[in-house]
T-cell receptor, first 116, second 110 residues
Framework: DSGVTQTPKHLITATGQRVTLRCSPRSGDLSVYWYQQSLDQGLQFLIQYYNGEERAKGNILERFSAQQFPDLHSELNLSSLELGDSALYFC???????????????FGEGSRLTVL | SQQGEEDPQALSIQEGENATMNCSYKTSINNLQWYRQNSGRGLVHLILIRSNEREKHSGRLRVTLDTSKKSSSLLITASRAADTASYFCVINTGGFKTIFGAGTRLFVKA
């Protein structure tokens, strides 16, 4: 158990809809990362937050947004969903993420999104 | 580029054999980390090697780092069917982004 919790585990929805994925980081970790993994693909870095502030952005679509709340949990919002958005969405946390420390990431088990 | 690139893309071996996979990168690093992902599961951190280290062991895992060649290798000795997974290297440059490469898919045949 990594200590990172993601909900929901599975989600099936229709094109055009909006969903919210939630991540609770390990206790004490300040940094949260979001990744997208399509079938049999590598991980695409989406976005990183550190202590409530956005710190790095990857290939995140404009239809996607995220935030980290004062209690350090994070949410990834996906809107106007398309078939191609079907993927595993992973959240990871780390103690720092500010460039200092080892940068070791702890991953949740992912949220599997299916868009029909 | 802020990511490592794994090689080979896929590797198939018999149980009991050793598996070696490589990672190359292009920039200076603070450390390099290897992760494993079982199919459809979250990634698990395996081992970290710092830029001033040349070799590190953890159980059946051996990692080497050659900063002059900007490369690392992960050796899994006496492989087991349970080692079947994708393996990713990640470089830590001190920046904010943590970017994964495409990984090496290891298949260990029983």
């Amino acid at each position: 158990d990594s200590g990172v919790t993601q909900t929901p585990k599975h989600l099936i929805t229709a094109t055009g809809q909006r969903v919210t994925l939630r991540c609770s980081p390990r206790s004490g970790d300040l940094s949260v990362y979001w990744y997208q993994q399509s079938l049999d693909q590598g991980l695409q870095f989406l976005i990183q937050y550190y202590n409530g502030e956005e710190r790095a952005k990857g290939n995140i679509l404009e239809r996607f947004s995220a935030q980290q709340f004062p209690d350090l949990h994070s949410e990834l919002n996906l809107s106007s969903l398309e078939l191609g958005d079907s993927a595993l969405y992973f959240c990871a946390s780390s103690a720092t993420g500010s460039g200092r420390g080892t940068g070791e990431l702890f991953f949740g088990e992912g949220s599997r999104l299916t868009v029909l | 580029s802020q990511q490592g690139e794994e090689d080979p893309q896929a590797l198939s071996i018999q149980e009991g054999e050793n598996a070696t996979m490589n990672c190359s990168y292009k920039t200076s690093i603070n450390n390099l980390q290897w992760y494993r992902q079982n199919s459809g599961r979250g990634l698990v951190h395996l081992i970290l090697i710092r830029s001033n280290e040349r070799e590190k062991h953890s159980g059946r895992l051996r990692v080497t780092l050659d900063t002059s060649k900007k490369s690392s290798s992960l050796l899994i000795t006496a492989s087991r069917a349970a080692d079947t997974a994708s393996y990713f290297c990640v470089i830590n440059t001190g920046g904010f982004k943590t970017i994964f490469g495409a990984g090496t898919r290891l298949f260990v045949k029983a």
